[in-house]
């Protein structure tokens, strides 16, 4: 069976190092990815919070670890929501998120997937929300494209 993963492409007119700035820079992250800033040592095997203030509280929204990772190229890491009941927290139920960057010619294209939902608690469920009716990580693509070619 082939995996059930979401899978979206971007081409950005910047640097690789410029993109890569914007996936791991917690300063970044907050900008696009719903006031969330990345929390790690950026090891392989290190742990990667997203992190936010909610409601005046440090919160935890989605947790993992870092599986591999090559600066302004490739970053897999593993993520699970913390906070869903249904899901229990166990290595089986973490997605797999990987970055690709690839430069050419001063511009960067980042390959974003996610998956395989067919082996994790309530998959289905999960590929759908993340799909999103086939948008999958292109709206935050967009605002990272917008963020870092107006840095470049």
């Known amino acids: 069976m082939e995996p059930l993963q979401v899978k979206n492409t971007i081409t950005f007119n910047a640097p690789a190092s410029l993109v890569w700035d914007a996936l791991v820079n917690p300063e970044q992250t907050k900008k696009y990815m719903f006031g969330c800033e990345t929390v790690s040592d950026w090891q392989v095997g290190s742990e990667l919070l997203w992190r ?35 899901i229990p927290d166990l290595p089986e139920n973490y997605l797999t998120v990987t970055y690709s960057l690839a430069e ?26 993340a799909y999103n009716g086939g948008e999958g990580w292109n709206p935050i693509l967009v605002q990272i494209k917008t963020l870092v070619e107006t840095m470049n």
């Open 52 to 86: 936010m203030e909610y409601e005046g509280k440090d919160f935890v929204a989605v947790k993992g670890n870092i599986l591999n990772i090559e600066p302004n190229k490739l970053l897999v890491y593993t993520v699970i929501d913390p906070n869903n009941p249904n």
């Open 104 to 129: 050419e010619n001063g511009q960067t294209i980042l390959t974003v997937t996610q998956g395989d939902y067919h082996i994790v608690a309530d998959g289905e469920k999960r590929y759908e929300e």
